[in-house]
């Protein structure tokens, strides 16, 4: 039975720490600015490809990490303390109301036309907005050095979290008008 409870708490714990990391409701409003003009099929377009190469990314390197680690001889400890301090300092930014750099992505200025939609959906949506060095070292750092179960949970957690990504980008117009531009900056 503890070991269920253990197990309970740590797909709680990847859930919530993928969750700060990746911020789904905050990312709408960027999704919005990035497909401004897009039709609504060239939207659903650009989330599901957006989400699908960050699933694929953060799978690649759950499974692989260790062998990144290993090629490169880095110690999976120094990988967690810089994974720390990388979420240490954007907790720090968002506490004082600024949005970090490794999550500041583009304006309304950054619009796309239908020919670039493709683009988008990698750079800047998948890499680095969903599958940035913040989800990164939250994915290597749950799924590094365990067995396959919880490597495979990892996984699937992140799984979980990028079909919320995908609701939340086919919704965020929806989800902006209705929270309005001051609690979204609180978000």
Same mark, same amino acid.
């Given at each position: 039975?503890? &070991?269920?409870?253990?197990?309970?708490?740590?797909?709680?714990?990847?859930? %919530?720490?993928?969750?700060?990391?990746?911020?789904? /409701?905050?990312?709408?409003?960027?999704?919005?600015?990035?497909?401004?003009?897009?039709?609504?099929?060239?939207?659903?377009?650009?989330?599901?490809?957006?989400?699908?190469?960050?699933? /694929?990314?953060?799978?690649?390197?759950?499974?692989?990490?260790?062998?990144? %680690? &290993?090629?490169?001889?880095?110690?999976?400890?120094?990988?967690?303390?810089?994974?720390?301090?990388? @979420? %240490?300092? @954007?907790?720090?930014?968002?506490?004082?109301?600024?949005?970090?750099?490794?999550?500041?992505?583009?304006?309304?200025?950054?619009?796309?036309?239908?020919?670039?939609?493709? &683009?988008?959906?990698?750079?800047?949506?998948?890499?680095?907005?969903?599958?940035?060095?913040?989800?990164?070292?939250?994915?290597?750092?749950?799924?590094?050095?365990?067995?396959?179960?919880?490597?495979?949970?990892? /996984?699937?957690?992140?799984?979980?979290?990028? /079909?919320?990504?995908? @609701?939340? %980008?086919?919704?965020?117009?929806?989800?902006?008008?209705?929270?309005?531009?001051?609690?979204?900056?609180?978000?």
């Amino acid at each position: 039975m503890t &070991d269920y409870y253990n197990f309970a708490a740590f797909l709680t714990k990847v859930f %919530f720490g993928f969750f700060a990391i990746m911020n789904p /409701i905050a990312n709408g409003p960027t999704f919005v600015a990035l497909t401004d003009g897009s039709s609504k099929a060239e939207r659903k377009a650009v989330a599901r490809k957006s989400v699908v190469v960050a699933f /694929i990314i953060i799978a690649l390197f759950c499974v692989g990490g260790k062998l990144l %680690f &290993d090629l490169f001889g880095f110690g999976f400890n120094a990988f967690q303390m810089a994974g720390g301090v990388i @979420v %240490f300092l @954007v907790g720090m930014e968002m506490l004082h109301g600024r949005m970090s750099k490794m999550q500041s992505h583009g304006g309304p200025e950054d619009t796309i036309d239908a020919d670039a939609s493709v &683009d988008i959906a990698v750079s800047p949506l998948a890499i680095p907005i969903l599958a940035g060095p913040g989800t990164i070292t939250t994915a290597m750092n749950f799924a590094s050095g365990r067995d396959l179960l919880h490597t495979t949970a990892t /996984i699937a957690v992140f799984a979980v979290m990028c /079909i919320i990504t995908y @609701v939340t %980008f086919l919704s965020s117009e929806v989800i902006s008008a209705k929270l309005g531009d001051s609690f979204m900056k609180v978000i």
